[in-house]
């Protein structure tokens, strides 16, 4: 059964930082595209950040460029999300997403738009960020 679960969320001050840790079925195997989504109140869940095959980062929304970094330790089976000069804009719900099976590179990264493609979900972290 695959699963994966997040942790690392919190409340900052903008500008501050946080890093977030996708653990559970990584690196076994079972799938090679993890994508993280967010979802504000009120707003549609969107995806933030995407890693491919252990270390291809296929995919940042533009609003989070140059501000946010994932990466995959394949000792701790984790995938992180690194997020620098925090917004307040940036409040929500963070999840870490996946699909059962092995994806090709092209599949993987067309999946932004998709997360109703995703069949394995966290239960989500919450970052909060005050102006």
């Known amino acids: 059964q695959v699963q994966v679960m997040e942790s690392g969320g919190g409340s900052v001050e903008a500008g501050g930082s946080l890093r977030l840790a996708c653990t559970g079925s990584?690196?076994?195997?079972?799938?090679?595209?993890i994508y993280w989504f967010r979802q504000a109140p009120g707003k549609e869940r969107e995806a933030v950040a995407t890693i491919y095959n252990g270390h291809d980062n296929l995919y940042y929304a533009d609003f989070v460029k140059g501000r946010f970094t994932i990466s995959q330790d394949n000792a701790k089976n984790t995938v992180y999300l690194q997020m620098n000069n925090l917004k307040p804009e940036d409040t929500g719900m963070y999840y870490c997403?996946?699909?059962?099976?092995?994806?090709?590179?092209?599949?993987?990264?067309?999946?932004?738009?998709?997360?109703?493609?995703?069949?394995?979900w966290g239960q989500g972290t919450q970052v909060t960020v005050s102006s």
């Open positions: 990584i690196n076994t195997g079972q799938t090679d595209c």
């Open positions: 997403a996946t699909r059962v099976g092995l994806l090709d590179r092209a599949s993987c990264s067309s999946l932004y738009q998709r997360p109703n493609m995703f069949n394995v």
